[in-house]
Nanobody
Framework: QVQLVESGGGLVQAGGSLRLSCAAS????????MGWYRQAPGKQRELVAV???????NYADSVKGRFTISRDNAKNTVYLQMNSLKPEDTAVYYC????????????????WGQGTQVTVSS
């Protein structure tokens, strides 16, 4: 079973920075896409930033220029550097791994982390 473990959330003032980490562990043959989503109270979960197949990235318009996603393939870990944080960035941030194969001929599955709270005060 693949597990995603997130860390790095917390409380920060507007204009501050935080760095989130997500490490995938377990039996992993390949990962198609890995990245971050967030869900604010009363809102749907939305894409923040993701690495997709081939290594390209996709960002939500609301975070472009402020957030940067990076990864360490050897560690199956992705990071989200969040700068110039705004109160509207307050949400639970979830790591997602999609297109995961645990072995060569295995099924393709998706996994979510447990979420980490990011709170930005004004």
């Amino acid at each position: 079973q693949v597990q995603l473990v997130e860390s790095g959330g917390g409380l920060v003032q507007a204009g501050g920075s935080l760095r989130l980490s997500c490490a995938a562990s377990g039996s992993i043959f390949s990962i198609g896409a890995m990245g971050w989503y967030r869900q604010a109270p009363g809102k749907q979960r939305e894409l923040v930033a993701v690495f997709i197949l081939g290594g390209s990235t996709n960002y939500a318009d609301s975070v472009k220029g402020r957030f940067t996603i990076s990864r360490d393939n050897a560690k199956n870990t992705v990071y989200l550097q969040m700068n110039s944080l705004k109160p509207e960035d307050t949400a639970v941030y979830y790591c997602n791994a999609n297109g995961v194969k645990e072995y060569y001929s295995g099924p393709i599955r998706g996994f979510w982390g447990q979420g980490t709270q990011v709170t930005v005060s004004s």
